[in-house]
Structure formats: structure tokens, C-alpha cells
């Protein structure tokens, strides 16, 4: 690792234009021992404040703790892995709603709802029935906008794939890892998947840091129309793959399934990031750029030039739209989490670290 004195910081979860994509099925990797702890409760039930305090407590012990903000407040925590001690925890409840598969003995549920005053909550019953039926509704017309950008950007990448190379995408992928992957000696090599940008109420957030913190070396791949980039990613994480590296794959909130977005090797210290004008990455310096123009047939664009320009525009205000409705949605939810926060009594709060640290210290000498 290049920089271990901070946190590394990825999203498990991202807003997408198929509805909220969850990665939390990775909290638990299922190759050894390992506990997962799950939070329950409303909101503003004191889940991320539990979780920033675990933080805390445990990254000076912890040289490879993730941090997982939230994909729809980044000011929030959603998770804390903590590698060294074979723990995680994480907020369990919807949109990424995790259960028990081995209770015990594999997680625990930790339930701070059990806190709540219900009859306060329920003299406005109403009020709160009404914000719950407003947040999804919402939040669905949110996704059609973003769906419909999402239509528009992926007309671009066709035409610009339509002027692409491939071989010369694989030729150059195929040079780069003989000249910088070598052989790994890695015993047990592993992939993450992971998203380092997601979409929200305020608009678009990088986590620029981490890639500063995995790599000491770091290329743009400045790729304006989004083709070229998830080609080469691609195929460098198939060399790096084979060579027995292990490897951390972001994907693209836009096409979370499909298109790779970033791409580490943080044991080699190396990382390739996608820029362009959704993903500007102002504050990385880069040791290197690599243009998607060297693969492309520029004269065949410039033919499409009216319709590249036209999508281009169109999937920006839509994705100004999408976003809008993310703070209508996140409006209404900072509604209901000032509610429950004044039916909650958090005496217990400092008691449950208290339990929760002694319980992880226990589990790290039992593994």
C-alpha cells in the first residue's frame, strides 16, 4: 500500500438508473473466519455516529480499515471493515437490508430501534406515515430520470465504440502489464468490487483520496465519450487477473454491472482512473495520461458531432433532474430522522461501543 495513515474510503452502494445497486454481500469475504456486525433501526437512530466512533477507536490499529460512506449522504457511514480482526459492521436496513445467514456465529444484530419511545412516535402517526409513503415515490421518479440520461450517454458510447480500435485497446493493454505487472507472489490473490463515485442529493462525489492513498502511481485515462476507458480497464484487469495480482474494481454507477470506472493494483501501487466531464478528478496528479484518442478514428466522430453534442447535453439535464429529486428525497428523510432522533434515548450509546470494541478484541484473538 502506498499511504496507510488514513482509511481507505469506497462506496458499497450506488444510485443507478436500474435503482439503488448494493455491494454489501462483500462485507463478509466467506473465505475463513469472520463476523459481521448488523445494525437495525429508524433513522436518525445513531447508526453512523456508532459507526465513525468504531472508526476512530480502531484505525490506529487498523492500517487497512475501510471506510464506507453513504452513496446518498457521503457525510454519513454506511460500514467499517476492519481486515485486521476479521470484523465489519454495517447499517442493515434498507436499501441494503442485510439478515443473518449464520447467526452467532457469523453475525450479530445489533437493534438500536429497541431505543425508540413508539408512543412519541406515534402521536404523529400521519405526519411520519406520510413521509415513509412520499421517500420511494420519490426516489422512483429519481431513477426514471436517471434511466433516461443514462439512454443518452449510452447512444455516445456506441458511436464512439463504432470508431474504436479494439486491437489496438488489447495491443496496448497486452504491453503495459509485460512491462509493469510481472509475476505476483501473492498467495491468495483476490478481486474487490467496489464504487469510488456515486450520485446524490449533492450532485457527483469522487473519493478522490483513495486512489492517492492505494497508488503511487496513477494514470488518467481521459476518455470523453466513455468507450475506450472500460475497454482498457478490461483488459488490464484480465492481465493483472492472470499474473495473480489482486485487484480492486470500480464500476461505473451509470452501468454498475458492466462498466469498469477505475481500476487498482494496490500491492503494485498502481492505479488507472477514468477522467472526463462527469468524472473530472481535479485533485489527482497524475504520472501519466493516457488519451482514448490514440485509439479512436477522430474523423468519424467529428461526423457525429450534432448528435454526440445533442446526447452530451441532454443526459447532463437529466442528470441535473435526477439529482434534484434526490433532494426533494433527501428532504423528506432528514424529516423523518429529526423525528425519530427526539424519540430516541441514547443513554445505551456509549455502553454498546463499549460491548461492541470488547466483543471485536475477543474475535480477533479467537481467529
Request: contains cysteine.
Amino acid at each position: 500500500m502506498f499511504d496507510q495513515t488514513k482509511p481507505q474510503l469506497f462506496f458499497f452502494g450506488a444510485n443507478t438508473p436500474k435503482g439503488f445497486v448494493s455491494l454489501f454481500d462483500q462485507l463478509d469475504p466467506q473465505n475463513g473466519p469472520w463476523h459481521t456486525f448488523i445494525i437495525k433501526g429508524g433513522p436518525g437512530t445513531g447508526k453512523s455516529s456508532f459507526l465513525k466512533k468504531i472508526a476512530a477507536h480502531f484505525a490506529p490499529q487498523c492500517p487497512q480499515i475501510e471506510v464506507v460512506p453513504c452513496s446518498s449522504d457521503p457525510n454519513s457511514l454506511d460500514a467499517v471493515i476492519l481486515p485486521e480482526y476479521r470484523v465489519a459492521l454495517a447499517d442493515g436496513t434498507a436499501p441494503h437490508t442485510l439478515e443473518p445467514s449464520a447467526p452467532a456465529l457469523r453475525q450479530s444484530i445489533l437493534s438500536f430501534g429497541d431505543y425508540l419511545n413508539a408512543p412519541r412516535l406515534k402521536e404523529n402517526r400521519e405526519e411520519l406515515e406520510a413521509l415513509f409513503a412520499a421517500s420511494p415515490k420519490c426516489y422512483r421518479l429519481a431513477v426514471d430520470y436517471f434511466s433516461a440520461a443514462y439512454a443518452f450517454l449510452a447512444d455516445t458510447r456506441r458511436i464512439a465504440l463504432s470508431a474504436t480500435s479494439m486491437e489496438k485497446v488489447a495491443a496496448y493493454a497486452q504491453r503495459f502489464a509485460q512491462k509493469n505487472f510481472g509475476r505476483s507472489k501473492e498467495e491468495h490473490p483476490t478481486e474487490k468490487v467496489r464504487f469510488l463515485t456515486a450520485v446524490h442529493a449533492g450532485g457527483l462525489t469522487a473519493l478522490e483520496d483513495t486512489p492517492k492513498q492505494l497508488c503511487r502511481r496513477l494514470y488518467q485515462i481521459h476518455d470523453e465519450f466513455g468507450a475506450v476507458s472500460p475497454l482498457l480497464l478490461g483488459a488490464l484487469r484480465s492481465c493483472a487477473l492472470e499474473a495473480g495480482h489482486s485487484v480492486i474494481t470500480c464500476y461505473c454507477p451509470t452501468d454498475p454491472y458492466h462498466k469498469i470506472e477505475h481500476l487498482f493494483l494496490p500491492n503494485l501501487g498502481i492505479g488507472f482512473v477514468t477522467v472526463n466531464r462527469f468524472h473530472p478528478m481535479e485533485s489527482l496528479a497524475p504520472c501519466h495520461r493516457i488519451h482514448a484518442k490514440r485509439f479512436m478514428d477522430m474523423e468519424l466522430l467529428r461526423s457525429r458531432k450534432g448528435r454526440l453534442s445533442f446526447n452530451r447535453k441532454a443526459a447532463q439535464q437529466l442528470i441535473a433532474q435526477t439529482v434534484n429529486l434526490l433532494k426533494e428525497s433527501r428532504i423528506i428523510h432528514d424529516k423523518l430522522e429529526s423525528r425519530y432522533t427526539a424519540a430516541m434515548d441514547f443513554s445505551f450509546f456509549e455502553d454498546a461501543f463499549q460491548q461492541v470494541a470488547e466483543q471485536i478484541n475477543t474475535y480477533a484473538k479467537l481467529f
